[in-house]
Each structure stands twice: as structure tokens, then as C-alpha cells.
């Protein structure tokens, strides 16, 4: 394969030859039992979702609360996009970790660090000074995305190569109701804890409505923590893991590298919009009432709006089966591009107090359509359009460079603004730079491969090939048979382990 390019003749035809038997079939199991650890896996990206929009009405509430000292502060960029930082740490390590260590493993792993540092972050404090306090909550969140980083590689990847083991015709339903769908839950509980903390504090004691917050993001994956203490290594993870073997970066590299580099590219583009909206739709609803709203007013309709990500993931799920990941995420990205362009010529009616419920509906909707396409399927098409031995790594820097899109999204987005201040036109300008985002994602994902139900095997078999035809031994797939993977055992690599097939010597 060329370096950035089509495979060369003789590659594409070592790989369609490759023989579709070359790792032994999965069998299906019932439904109940081959559900379970679907949802296991994949459920815990709701703390991505939680965490990631409540910090939001957190930022909201500080402002509120120490006024210039925060507002003006560096903190008041820092606080809410520092997690981003964290994740993208989490996403690679963890990424590493569940190529070559174990895929549970890493995830409980993860989930610790989660419980433990955002009880932390809720419990932020220092010597009384604020902006000391302000520091500590950075620190605190740093370390917070770490932990959602590794719920992507080890969580995500073991969703999906747990649901071949699911009815044909289903696997990309199930694979997004227990990972994308549950991250919008999470966006919608983030924005609904906050709205009932402050009406039971009057709307007064915001020390109490950041920090209870902040704290009731530690129950969910405390739960999931202990389901996951049952789960087992994926079957695929067995059969095609190089957890034993040097895995041979510059073969994948050659196969893998322009794939993975239009992933990349559309979940950068996907969470610049997606996340940095998701943070700021708090601060559009204040701007909209003013300096006078009370937080119960702007939090309500904050959950009205992130009400309408639900119905784009849960409709946008079974189109994903039926359409393939590919094209739904294009139908997605060209719908939403439209609603944002009316969206931005609109806004000067759409942006008074009087019609705060036609604003909620129309940006709503564009949240939704963003749901029903690179929400939904760029995780499912980073998880399905390369092979188990490197997915977890492959996966995992996909995602990240979709945090970094979502770390400068944080930063950008306030900066996108009209020279004059206006705020009618500042508002405008990120709809019209979003939805042109939009069109040119669309384009990019037309060069990505179609992924069907049976996409993780096949994709096996034909990568097993390709090794094979560059001379690397493919009898280091797979798990040993006297080890399942345990804490102590950190991975090792081997010394040598691209032996030509025709030199070796048993």
C-alpha cells in the first residue's frame, strides 16, 4: 500500500484472496446473554455525557456566584475544557492498554479513576481562596477525563466486537443505543441535575447547586463498576488480540493510516461543533434573558434543548442498519448543515425572551440531526473499519483527536464573534461556521468504506492476509490458551516477532 494512498495491485489481491475462515466463527448466543456485556461496555460513556455538559451549568453557576473574579478569570476558559485534555490522555493510554494488556481490565481501571477524582472535583477547596479553589477544580477535572478517556477504547471497542455476537441486522442498533445514546442521556441528566439542585436551593446557594452537581456524577459509574466486575475478554479480543506478538505499526500504518486519518478528521470536525455547543447552549440561553435570569429559567430550557439529542440518536439508531454507518452519518451531516444555515439567518427573530420556544425547537433540531449522523456512526465506523489487534489504539487516537476538536471548539467558539460585539451576529457566525463544518464532514466520510453487519470478521480475515503476504506470522493472534488476562499481568512485548512464514522453524 502506498504511503497515504491506494493499495498497490499486489496488496489488494493478497487481501482478496484472503480466505473468510481464517479466524473461527463466533458463535450466537441468546439474546439476553450476548446483550449483556454490550451494554456493560458501552454504557459507561453516559459520565462522558454527564460530565462533560454539567460543567456547563457549573461554569454557569461560578459566574453567578464569584462574578468578575471568575468571569474574568482564566479559569472561566480552563474549567470546562480542561477534561477535554484529560480524555485525550485517557483515550491513548487507555487505547495502548487494552491492545495489549486486556480490554476489562483497562475499563475497570478507568471507571476507578472516574469515581475517584470526580468525587474530588466536587469536594473542591483551598484555604478559602477562590481562585485557589478555581486551580484545584482544573487539577481535579484533568484527571476526570482521563478516566472518560479510557471508557472510549476499552468501552467502546468492546461494545462493538461484543455485538457480532447479536442478531444480524441489529449490531449497529444495539452497538449506538449503549454507547452514543447513552452519552445523550448523559448530556440530558447533565442539564436536568442542575435545573432541580437549584430549585431546591432557591436559586441562592450556588456552593451547594455546583458541588451536589458535580458529586451526583459519582452513582452512575459506581453501579456500572460493579456490573463490570463479571464481564470477560470479547471473543474477537481473543482470537485476533496481539496482545502476545510486536505489533508491526509500520504494516498497520500502510493499511490503516489514510482511513484512520478521515476518521480523524470527521470527530474532529463532529465534536468542535457538538461539544463546545453542548457547553456554551447555557450561556446563548443567558445572553438571550440577560444579566437578570435566574438559573432555574435558564437551566429549565437548557433541558428542553438537550431533550432533542434523544430523539436523533434513538431514531437515527435502526437507519444505521438499514442505510450502513456511512451513509446515515452523510444524511445527517447535509440536514444538519441546512437547519444551521437557516438556523444563522434566523437567529435576529429567533433571539428575543418572547420566543424562547421556537429558539429551543429550531436549535434543537440541529443538535438532533447532529445525533442522527457523526453522533451516532463516527464511533461506530472507528470501531469497525480496522482489525481487533490494533482497534483499541486505532480507536483510541480517532477519539482523541476528536476531544482535541472539542478542546479548541471550547476556546474558538467564544472568539467567534461579530468585530462589532454584537451579539446577534457573534451568535450567527458560529451557526454559519458549524454548518459549513457540516458539508465538508459529508464530503470526507464518501472516502471511508461501506461497514456492513459482519464488517469486525471480515475485517480480520483480510488484514490476517495482508500480514501474511508481507511475511508476518498471524499464529501470534490471539490470547494463550493457559491466560486470561489478570492485573498483575501488564503487557510485554516480544522480542522478535515478525518471523517470515516461509523461515519458520518449529
Known amino acids: 500500500m502506498l504511503f497515504w494512498g491506494k493499495k498497490k495491485p499486489e496488496e489488494q489481491q493478497a487481501v482478496s484472496e484472503a480466505p473468510t475462515d481464517a479466524a473461527p466463527p463466533i458463535d450466537q448466543k441468546p439474546f439476553k446473554q450476548a446483550i449483556w456485556p454490550v451494554l456493560a461496555c458501552g454504557a459507561g460513556l453516559f459520565s462522558d455525557g454527564y460530565i462533560n455538559n454539567v460543567i456547563g451549568s457549573v461554569s454557569t453557576t461560578l459566574g453567578k456566584e464569584y462574578g468578575d473574579v471568575y468571569n474574568k478569570s482564566n479559569a472561566a476558559s480552563v474549567v470546562p475544557a480542561i477534561a477535554f485534555a484529560g480524555t485525550v490522555v485517557g483515550q491513548l493510554f487507555f487505547g495502548y492498554l487494552s491492545d495489549k494488556w486486556s480490554r476489562t481490565n483497562s475499563l475497570l481501571i478507568s471507571t476507578i479513576i472516574l469515581i475517584i477524582f470526580t468525587a474530588l472535583a466536587a469536594g473542591s477547596y483551598y484555604k478559602g481562596d477562590a481562585v485557589g479553589m478555581f486551580n484545584i477544580l482544573t487539577a481535579w477535572r484533568f484527571f476526570v477525563g482521563i478516566g472518560i478517556g479510557g471508557e472510549y477504547p476499552a468501552g467502546s471497542v468492546s461494545c462493538a466486537e461484543s455485538s457480532g455476537e447479536l442478531s444480524s441486522g441489529t449490531r449497529n442498533t444495539w452497538f449506538i443505543l449503549f454507547t452514543n445514546t ?192 457523526p453522533g451516532n456512526n463516527i464511533g461506530l465506523l472507528a470501531a469497525k473499519t480496522c482489525a481487533t489487534g490494533v482497534r483499541g489504539q486505532y480507536y483510541g487516537i480517532a477519539a482523541a483527536l476528536g476531544k482535541i476538536g472539542a478542546f479548541v471548539g471550547t476556546y474558538v467558539f467564544k472568539h467567534i464573534a461579530s468585530p462589532d460585539g454584537d451579539p446577534i451576529k457573534s451568535a450567527q457566525y458560529k451557526f454559519y461556521v458549524s454548518s459549513a463544518l457540516c458539508i465538508f464532514a459529508a464530503g470526507l ?57 516461509a523461515k519458520d522453524e518449529r
Open 182 to 373: 447513552m452519552i445523550d442521556w448523559g448530556f440530558v441528566i447533565g442539564a436536568f441535575v442542575p435545573y432541580v439542585v437549584a430549585a431546591a436551593a432557591h436559586n441562592t446557594y450556588y456552593s451547594t447547586i455546583w458541588r451536589t452537581s458535580l458529586g451526583i456524577g459519582v452513582v452512575f459509574p459506581s453501579i456500572l463498576f460493579i456490573l463490570r466486575l463479571k464481564l470477560k475478554e470479547p471473543k474477537e479480543y481473543s482470537q485476533n488480540s496481539m496482545k502476545h506478538a510486536k505489533t508491526p505499526y509500520s504494516l498497520v500504518f500502510k493499511y490503516y493510516g489514510f482511513r484512520l486519518l478521515i476518521v480523524s478528521l470527521i470527530w474532529f470536525i463532529y465534536d468542535f461543533s457538538a461539544y463546545s455547543f453542548g457547553i456554551y447552549s447555557t450561556a446563548i440561553l443567558a445572553n438571550i434573558y440577560g444579566d437578570s435570569s435566574v438559573l432555574t429559567t435558564v437551566f429549565g430550557w437548557n433541558v428542553v434543548i438537550n431533550l432533542f439529542y434523544i430523539p436523533g440518536t434513538m431514531i437515527g439508531a435502526p437507519i444505521s442498519d438499514r442505510l450502513g454507518p456511512r451513509y446515515t452519518l452523510i444524511l445527517g451531516q447535509v440536514l444538519q448543515a441546512i437547519v444551521g444555515f437557516i438556523m444563522a439567518g434566523c437567529y435576529a427573530q429567533l433571539s428575543h425572551p418572547s420566543v424562547v420556544g421556537g429558539f429551543a425547537v429550531v436549535y434543537g433540531i440541529f443538535l438532533s440531526l447532529g445525533e442522527l449522523g
Open 445 to 501: 466520510a464518501l472516502l471511508l468504506p461501506n461497514v456492513g453487519q459482519d464488517t469486525i470478521t471480515k475485517e480480520d480475515a483480510e488484514f490476517r492476509a495482508y500480514l501474511e503476504s508481507r511475511g508476518w506470522d498471524t499464529r501470534q493472534l490471539g490470547l494463550k490458551k493457559t491466560g486470561e488476562s489478570s492485573l498483575e499481568s501488564f503487557p510485554e512485548e516480544a522480542e522478535d516477532s515478525a518471523v517470515p512464514v
